[in-house]
Structures are given as C-alpha cells and as structure tokens.
C-alpha cells in the first residue's frame, strides 16, 4: 500500500515581547518572569513597533534548527544554512535561536 502522511505548517504556539534587551542576557524573554533589562514582565501577543525592542517567538511544527551556544544557526552537514524571515512590513533579523526540538522551536528576533 501506498504510505501518505500530513506535515502540518508552523505555528507561532508564544509571542512575548520587551521594550529593551541586553544582548547578553540568557532568553529571559522566554525562560524569566521579568525582563532582565527593564524588570517588567514582556508583554504576551502584543508589542511595540520601534526598534531596540526583542520579540520571542516559540513555534511548533518547525524541523529543528542546528544552532550553536551563542544561539546562531550553524551549517548542516551538506553545507547548508537555516534561514528565517520575518515580516511585519518589512523583515526583521533573526537574533538567535534559544531552543529547537522536533517538537519545537524557540527565536529571538531585533
């Protein structure tokens, strides 16, 4: 017989969003309470539109992403690269990636 399957496309499951982040903070967005550079809880689906600001966004259904300690994505071993865009009006740059499971993945977006 004939083996069919369904892949379901990504969806965002988390959305948290800070006013200001220090680039050296450990995803507080996603694993704190509060954000580690204003001490305000990020706000769920719902922020700001000027820049200087962090998005967070868990998304499910994603193929895994190979990413190294300081949260870049790294080559695969043909040699190539993961790429993710979003866009809101414009495209905003991928940060680094926080965590990425066959379940799901965590992104940090400027």
Do not use: Y
Not at 46 to 59: K, N, P, R, T, Y
């Amino acid at each position: 017989g004939n083996f069919k399957f369904f892949q379901p496309l990504p969806k965002v499951v988390s959305a948290r969003w800070c006013p200001r982040c220090n680039a050296t903070e450990i995803a507080c967005v996603v694993t704190g309470p509060l954000c580690a550079s204003t001490g305000e809880a990020p706000t769920d689906w719902s922020g700001g539109i000027a820049g200087g600001s962090v998005l967070a966004l868990e998304v499910a259904n994603m193929p895994a992403i190979p990413f190294g300690p300081d949260g870049q994505v790294l080559k695969d071993a043909a040699g190539d690269m993961a790429s993710i865009v979003l866009s809101f009006g414009g495209t905003t740059a991928l940060r680094r990636v926080l965590f990425s499971t066959l379940e799901a993945s965590g992104l940090e977006f400027d």
